[in-house]
């Protein structure tokens, strides 16, 4: 762990990691580092590696971090302060996104957003007094057929109320279990959360159900239907360049079977769909 210094003493360029914790993330960085042809290219696991172990991207992470690349504090400071998911202030043991985004948004997150947001006494990006929970407006999490959706340290909480998100809120404040609705069977810490977007593996990825029933829908309507993606090189013709071949179903390929698909563009006066 680090000890911040006191403002206006920050007259060092060392990390003051103790000697434990700086052999730890050093073996840990230049095992990052390994992985890449260039070195450098490791610094976005490498500042989750640092919140791993501070709770968020702190002064001596910065300076470890520029140490070990042999780059700049100030380069990696750019980096650090580009990407919301580095934290430049202490971050709760869990963070709580809601999804404001807009499909979300309309189904409920704002209204999730505010009520949590009251009941919290906290806004975006802020963490409640005890350190439990820091509360974030977060981007689309590619989750959008459950929504609205909460994410705790980047699990899902699917279908989620202002009523159940607070419910699940008090839990968390209490140190009870929470089970998300998808993926893992609980919630790890963020600094365990980050550690494992450092790239080292908790074990458990392929834990519970991936995609659920909303997610498989339409590709189980395809399958019943015979439907596939239409060629990704586009479509084709014959060698006479001039009916299209390919699969059926693809509505790049098919044949025109409707008036209007062989006068769109010819012969019709503005409007004329409309009547
Ligand atoms: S808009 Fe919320 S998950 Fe896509």
New binding site residues.
Partial sequence: MTAEPVVGTETTTKTRYDADTLAALTADATAIMERYPDPRSGLLPMLHLVQSVDGYVSRDGILFCAEMLGITAAEVSAVATFYTQYKRHPNGTYTVGV???????V?G?DAIFDELSDHLAVGHDETTPDGAITLER????????????VMVNWEFFDNQTPETATALADKLILGEDVVPTRGAASVCSFKQMSRILAGFPDGRADEGAGAGEPTLAGLKIARERGWTAPDAAGPRVDPAGTEPVGKPGSSAERKPATPSDTTVGKDKKPGEDAK
């Fill in positions: 999804c404001t985004n807009t499909l979300c948004a189904m997150g977060v981007e689309c999490n590619a989750a959008c057929d459950y929504a609205p959706v």
